[in-house]
Every structure is written in C-alpha cells, then in structure tokens.
C-alpha cells in the first residue's frame, strides 16, 4: 500500500506543476513589466524579483499574466476569464493578433481497479492530461472553448474571411496544427 501512495505522491507532483521557477516578466495590469523569477503552477502565478525573496501568488485582480524569457524558447501565460460562470484560468498563449489562440492544459487523477480473474486486483493511480483551446478577440472579455463543431466558432469569429469560412464549413478539425493554422491564417490574411 505504501508503494502505491508513494507512485500516487510522484505523479501529482510531476503533472501539476507546469513548469520550473526560471527568467520571467511578469506582466502587469498598467502594462508594465517586471522582471524577475516566476512560475506557473496548479493554475495559479508565482513570482519573486530575485532568489533573496519569497515567491508570492499573483492573482488576476493585480496583473494580467507571466511571460518566460529564460534559456527555452519564449512563453507567455495570460489569465483568460471563460465558461457561463466566468471562471478564469492561466492558459498558455499560442497565437496573438486579431483572433488570439489560448491553450489550456490540467490533469485528471484518480485510481484505477486493475480486474484480475478471479474478483479485483489492487488500485493504481491514474493522471489524465487534458488540453482545450480558447479563442477570443483582444476586445472580449472572455475566452471561447474550441469545440470540434468548429463551423458556429468560425461564424463568430471569421465570418469576415470567405476563403477561411469556405474550408471551415468544407472540414471537421481533430488536430492542435489545423487550429492554429486556421488562426494564423485569418491573423495573416482577413480580419479589418
């Protein structure tokens, strides 16, 4: 038993946290920003100025996200408010311009019953990743789930582009690439 809570205990831990505390700006409100060390973990925003200080949680109430300067490529988490009970939620940004492409990324963890032959064998722990996809415009206030009907998310949001409507009503989209190329396409191609 004690294995199993022990494999439990490390995989909560290693999908939770999405990142380790490294180079960050952290993006204010006002539309400063201050540089420091940051993370993003558990959804939730962690910066300090230097390794002399202790992380504080920032909220969206005080800034508007973080952005990764740091060894690896640049990355910027910005709190997008969505869903019918205006929930808000750190989502990675994939694509910035007219139409803005957020990437939402959690886990799910629970235990499995393995079956054996004979009644049922011992539990094991089991960690789901999910990723979803929110669109918005940068004057909306919240964020807009992609579902795979992507044809009602296509109206709201490049009916302005008849080429882009045309292929949007022609295919059903599966995959990350074929959204995001949807997206750089209007951002590059259509919108006033």
């Known amino acids: 038993m004690k294995k199993y809570l022990f494999l439990f205990l490390i995989f909560f831990g290693l999908f939770f946290a999405k990142g380790q505390e490294r180079q960050a700006n952290l993006l204010l409100k006002?539309?400063?920003?201050?540089?420091?060390?940051?993370?993003?973990k558990k959804d939730k925003i962690y910066f300090r100025l230097d390794e002399d200080e202790k992380q504080e949680q920032?909220?969206?109430d005080d800034s508007k996200g973080i952005e990764f300067t740091g060894y690896r490529l640049p990355e910027k988490y910005i709190f997008v408010i969505h869903g019918k009970k205006?929930?808000?939620?750190?989502m990675e940004i994939l694509l910035e311009g007219k139409v803005e492409l957020y990437k939402y990324t959690y886990f799910i963890s629970g235990f499995s019953i393995g079956l054996m032959p004979i009644g049922t064998g011992p539990s094991t722990p089991t960690s789901e990743k999910i990723i979803e996809y929110y669109i918005k415009k940068p004057i909306d206030k919240k964020g807009t789930k992609v579902t795979m009907d992507f044809k009602k998310i296509g109206q709201a949001f490049f009916s302005d582009c008849e080429d882009l409507m045309a292929n949007i009503n022609e295919e059903e989209f599966f995959e990350e690439e074929e959204i995001i190329d949807l997206v750089?396409?209007?951002?590059r191609n259509c919108g006033k």
């Open 30 to 40: 006002s539309g400063k920003k201050v540089e420091g060390l940051g993370e993003v």
């Open 58 to 60: 920032w909220s969206n």
């Open 86 to 90: 205006n929930d808000t939620n750190v």
């Open 184 to 187: 750089k396409f209007y951002n």
